[in-house]
Nanobody, 116 residues
Framework: QVQLVESGGGLVQAGGSLRLSCATS????????MNWYRQAPGKERELVAS????????SYADSVKGRFTISRDNAKNTVSLQMNSLKPEDTAVYYC?????????WGQGTQVTVSL
């Protein structure tokens, strides 16, 4: 059974940092690209960052470029999102995502709230 489980969200002041993690199981993690999405209240879910299977290529939404870093540990089947210089507009539920066995998979999400 494919599972994605996010953790690490919370409440932080503007300018602070958080590190999100996504623990995975049920598939050959090292063979798949992984993504982080987020969804703010009243807005559509948006792609934040992506990383390919071996971790050599990453990409970011313009809104987070230079502040967020996606990484993965293929030995531990985890993908992380280091978020620095957080802004109130980063407030959202953050989701781990991958397309595994031709099905788009989502975790349950973790809430990130950035206060002024």
């Amino acid at each position: 059974q494919v599972q994605l489980v996010e953790s690490g969200g919370g409440l932080v002041q503007a300018g602070g940092s958080l590190r999100l993690s996504c623990a995975t199981s049920g598939f050959s993690f090292s063979r798949y690209s992984m993504n982080w999405y987020r969804q703010a209240p009243g807005k559509e879910r948006e792609l934040v960052a992506s990383i390919i299977s071996d971790g050599s290529i990453t990409s970011y939404a313009d809104s987070v470029k230079g502040r967020f870093t996606i990484s993965r540990d293929n030995a531990k089947n985890t993908v992380s999102l280091q978020m620095n210089s957080l802004k109130p507009e980063d407030t959202a539920v953050y989701y781990c995502n991958a397309q595994v066995y031709s099905i788009i998979r989502w975790g349950q999400g973790t809430q990130v709230t950035v206060s002024l």
